[in-house]
């Protein structure tokens, strides 16, 4: 969750404190692409009214609520075999890649794989096409130096 100091933090959208006793609300790290519109909202806080006016923060909140209910442990099912992922390093996670619907990635947004199963994926080889095509329209921005893309694109191939 994003680290807020009360009376210090700036909500982005009206721009004023974060107060204590204000009902605020804060994202966790849900988006890897820091080209997404939505990403201002990534690992930060807001003041809950503030969310509810604007349309990209509805959808913020609703992208978020989405991504905590399928990262929980009991919400770890397979895409493919539909069983629940017990062993913490078979868990294949694709974050939410785009907040855009119109964009070609956005089908694969939560897909949850066992390692163990992606070669049994129907859409691995239609994901690696996409994603690269994605990052060479430059559509993709990581935020550091660790290229999320790539990495999900790599671990599809090797297990291919």
Known sequence: MAITFLNQTLCNICGNVLAENEDIFS?????????????KYNDSSFHSNC??????GLKAIQLTEKFLFETRPENRICDIT?????N?????????????EQQSLYKYNLTTLDVKNIKLWNHKDEFVSEANIF?????????????????????????R
């Open 51 to 56: 969310l509810l006016k604007s349309q990209s």
């Open 88 to 100: 913490y390093s078979n868990y294949f996670f694709i974050d939410i890649l785009t907040s855009d």
């Open 82 to 86: 539909k069983d629940v992922i017990r």
């Open 135 to 159: 990052k060479n329209k430059g559509l993709w921005k990581d935020i550091g130096t660790f290229k999320y893309l790539d990495s999900l694109i790599e671990i599809i191939v090797l297990n």
């Open 27 to 39: 994202f966790p790290p849900f988006l890897q692409n820091t080209d997404d519109k939505l990403y």
